[in-house]
């Protein structure tokens, strides 16, 4: 899915205060899940985990009481794996 690469734009907003959207577009129906990690490599929650149909999507979140600091998410669809940065705000 090397396709992919240009369609997956960063969360907005960010820094993220209180909530963010991570938009996806995929050409093909797929499994899709985003996880955020701590700079550790800590899994700190999985952000989505599912199918998704062929598409653009928005998927919204909210920090709840996370900690501000920088951390990483991994967007997986099918086999393609890319990793971003986002920055927690109070």
Known sequence: MKELVNLLP?????????????????????????????????????????ELRAGAHKIEWFKGQLSAGVYLYVVQIGDYRETKKIILME
């Open 10 to 50: 960063p969360n907005y907003p960010n820094p993220v205060y209180k909530h963010t959207t991570f938009p996806i577009i995929i050409p093909d129906d797929a499994r899709v899940s985003i996880d955020l990690f701590d700079l550790n490599g800590t899994l700190i929650t999985t952000i989505f985990n599912g």
